[in-house]
């Protein structure tokens, strides 16, 4: 049971550039979400998924594009990368339901823009 | 979104319990309190929650307030490998709202010999 996988690991790209993050689970999770997290600042929601072709913004939407077209994908789009991105990026994953689902992390994308 | 308040820091000796606390004196009533911890280059991984009663499992044990404004997350014996971010955040129960799920800075635990 792989749980919740991001690829790749480690990214490194000029400004300007783009690419796109996977996240990929096998628990049959409903929900989805895209977390930032720079020093000294916890995890920030970026955009976030509560099923199959829905996507919503979080606290840090600009400049980040998302797609749910598969249930237990959820890509996270850079159209054009700044310096201001470079971050450690999470995915996670849920049920729908609060009481009996713990999200579920990946280990991270570390992302650096030149 | 209800916000939850923990110390930025605290230490403990290992062997010994430690107690963490988070303030979240705006929960609503469908709230469930999730704790998560994050090792050092690592995503954050479940502890432990809970609705109103305490709750116990193999990681820890989460103590609720009664008027729920706020709650301790106690690990009964620290070792070395609890030394972590633990993060205190709100879930909403209510299935009909989407939960944006904030995560604050958390407490760092440092855990000496």
């Known amino acids: 049971n792989a749980g919740v996988t991001q690829t790749p690991k480690f990214r490194v790209l000029k400004t300007g550039q783009s690419m796109t993050l996977l996240c990929a689970q096998d628990?049959?999770?409903?929900?989805m979400y895209w977390y930032r997290q720079d020093p000294g600042m916890g995890l920030r929601l970026i955009h976030y998924s509560v099923g199959e072709g829905t996507t919503a913004k979080g606290e840090v939407p600009d400049g980040y594009n998302v797609s749910r077209l598969k249930k237990q994908n959820f890509l996270l789009g850079l159209e054009s990368a700044a310096p201001s991105q470079t971050s450690v990026y999470f995915c996670?994953?849920?049920?729908?339901?609060?009481?009996?689902?713990?999200?579920?992390f990946g280990n991270g994308t570390r992302l650096t823009v030149t | 979104d209800a916000k939850t308040t923990q110390p930025n820091s605290m230490e403990s000796n290992e062997e010994e319990p430690v107690h963490l606390p988070c303030n979240h004196s705006?929960?609503?009533?469908?709230?469930?309190i999730h704790w998560y911890r994050q090792l050092p280059s690592q995503g954050p991984e479940y502890v432990i929650h809970g609705l109103t009663s305490n709750v116990n499992n193999r990681m820890a044990s989460l103590a609720i307030a009664e008027d729920r404004k706020s709650s301790t997350l106690i690990l009964h014996r620290a070792t070395l490998r609890d030394a972590a971010v633990y993060y205190c955040?709100?879930?909403?129960?209510?299935?009909?709202?989407?939960?944006?799920?904030?995560f604050g800075t958390g407490t760092r635990l440092q855990v000496t010999l």
């Open positions: 628990m049959n999770h409903e929900y």
């Open positions: 996670a994953s849920s049920s729908d339901r609060a009481d009996n689902s713990p999200l579920h």
């Open positions: 955040i709100l879930r909403a129960g209510n299935t009909g709202t989407a939960s944006k799920l904030t």
């Open positions: 705006t929960i609503s009533g469908t709230d469930y």
